[in-house]
């Protein structure tokens, strides 16, 4: 598989995929986005793959879309994004709500953890894809901004509402109608990041937390409950219940559970194999 704005490897049960525009501080082109649904497919199909990884090259993770594909843009050009369309969710991935099977919304529908690891400038679409990943990491010089009103723009790609979720709607709202630059400290603060760490070590420390899900959890564990977790946005607590009750009796016929018995009385490192 060929991809020409982004970088993709795997090691240690970890695929990475890496933003790689950095004389334009990755900024966000049709091809990328392709390259980027792509190899979260490569990924997803990829049995050795556990954990995945998106970053960005160079000082900046993503600044956004990029400034060309902007300016050419209106209302009745017909060249801008088509907002509406229905991407899918990713073949073979979560059984989830057709919310998440638009542009830029798929990512939660990967059976698999994916991890942002923000290493420098996010801003406008780049924070849209880094809300979409299930966990944020950020360097600790990394910098935030919606950048949505400063253009002139909305809050896209339902950023109203996946951003409360995380951080809540009055930091929410002061976030997009500032569109003021947030610094690392501050997204951890109100948690729209799991946690910051030292830019001189920042990939390595996002690599250790990844090996961790990649070799001592069930992966089936974590692809069910990652399931559970975004459907249940959509639930009531008695729906969520009952679903987490079908899930239990399945767990314990799979082995993994059985694995997972084993290797503690056995006290061993586990050997999942995720089914």
């Known amino acids: ?61 993503c600044a956004g879309a990029d400034m060309d594909l902007l300016s050419g843009i209106s209302a009745k050009s017909g060249d801008g994004p088509s907002f509406e369309t229905n991407v899918g969710a990713m073949e073979n991935g979560l059984d989830l709500p057709d919310d998440f099977s638009r542009r830029n919304t798929f990512y939660p529908t990967v059976p698999k953890p994916v991890i942002a690891a923000i290493n420098g400038p996010c801003a406008g679409l780049g924070l849209v894809l880094s809300l979409y990943a299930d966990m944020r990491f950020a360097a600790e010089s990394a910098v935030f901004t919606t950048a949505f009103a400063q253009r002139g723009l909305i809050a896209e790609h339902g950023v109203s509402w996946m951003l409360p979720k995380l951080v809540g709607q009055a930091a929410a709202l002061d976030l997009l109608l500032s569109a003021r630059k947030v610094s690392a400290a501050e997204a951890l603060q109100i948690g729209l990041v799991n946690n910051v760490f030292p830019d001189a070590s920042f990939m390595d420390d996002v690599r250790a937390y990844a090996g961790r899900l990649a070799t001592t959890v069930s992966p089936r564990s974590m692809r069910v409950m990652k399931e559970q977790v975004y459907n249940a946005a959509f639930l009531d607590l008695g729906e969520a219940t009952a679903a987490a009750d079908k899930e239990m009796v399945k767990s314990f016929d799979s082995e993994d559970f059985k694995e997972g018995v ?13 089914r």
């Open 1 to 61: 598989m060929t991809f020409e704005d982004i970088l993709y490897d795997t090691e240690d049960a970890i695929a990475t995929i890496t933003l790689n525009r950095p004389d334009k501080l990755n900024a966000w082109t049709r091809r990328m986005e392709y390259d980027v649904r792509n190899a979260l497919s490569a990924a997803t199909e990829d049995d050795t793959v556990r954990v995945i990884i998106l970053t960005g090259a160079g000082r900046g993770y």
């Open 262 to 274: 084993a290797h503690y009385v056995e006290k061993r490192a586990p050997a999942f194999t995720g």
